[in-house]
C-alpha cells in the first residue's frame, strides 16, 4: 500500500516549509524533493525545513518540555498512541515522536524527528500502514533515532 498521504500530515503541513536534500538509507529511492521511499513503496520519508523560530535543545529536559507540547498539539489533532523520546545529537538534543495518524479509514504509524537547526525547526517524517510488515519499517525507525 502507497503512503503517499504523508505530505498531507497536519503537524507539517501547517508550517509550509520547504524541503531539504535527505540521504536516505540504503536502497531507497526519491520520490519528488525532500520525499524519500523504500523500494517496495511501503514506508515513506520526508525531510522539510520550516522558518517557524524552533529553540534550541541543550538538554534532555529541554527536550521533554518541548516534546510534551508537540504530544498535546498531535493529540489535539486527532493523533493516537502518542509516544515520545529525547534524541541526543552531536551538540544538543532533538525530539522523536511516534504516534497513528488515521486517514480515509486506515491507519498509519508515523515516526517524526523535529529537530532545530539555527533556531528554526527542521523535520523528518517516516511513515508506514499500520499493518505494513516490511523490513523497512525497522531501518526507517533506526534511520531517524540515529542508528
Known amino acids: 500500500m502507497s503512503v503517499h498521504f504523508l505530505r498531507f500530515l497536519p503537524t507539517c503541513a501547517l508550517l509550509g516549509g520547504a524541503a531539504l536534500a535527505l540521504t536516505p538509507p540504503a536502497g531507497w529511492v526519491s520520490a519528488g524533493s ?49 509516544n515520545l523520546q529525547p534524541i541526543s545529537q552531536a551538540a544538543d538534543w532533538s525530539v522523536l515522536l511516534a504516534y497513528t495518524y488515521p486517514k480515509n479509514g486506515v491507519n498509519y504509524q508515523v515516526v517524526q524527528l523535529y529537530l532545530s537547526q539555527n533556531n528554526q525547526l527542521r523535520t523528518v517524517t517516516g511513515s508506514s500502514a499500520q499493518d505494513a510488515t516490511s523490513l523497512c519499517v525497522g531501518v526507517m525507525r533506526d534511520f531517524l533515532k540515529g542508528r
Do not use: Y
Not at 521511499?37 to 538538554?59: K, N, V, Y
Open 34 to 82: 525532500g520525499l524519500w521511499r523504500d523500494e517496495g513503496g511501503a514506508c515513506l520519508m520526508r525531510e522539510q525545513s520550516f522558518d517557524q523560530t524552533f529553540p534550541a535543545m541543550p538538554s534532555q529536559q529541554d527536550a521533554l518540555r518541548i516534546g510534551n507540547k508537540l504530544q498535546a498539539a498531535l493529540a489535539k489533532q486527532g493523533m493516537s498512541d502518542i
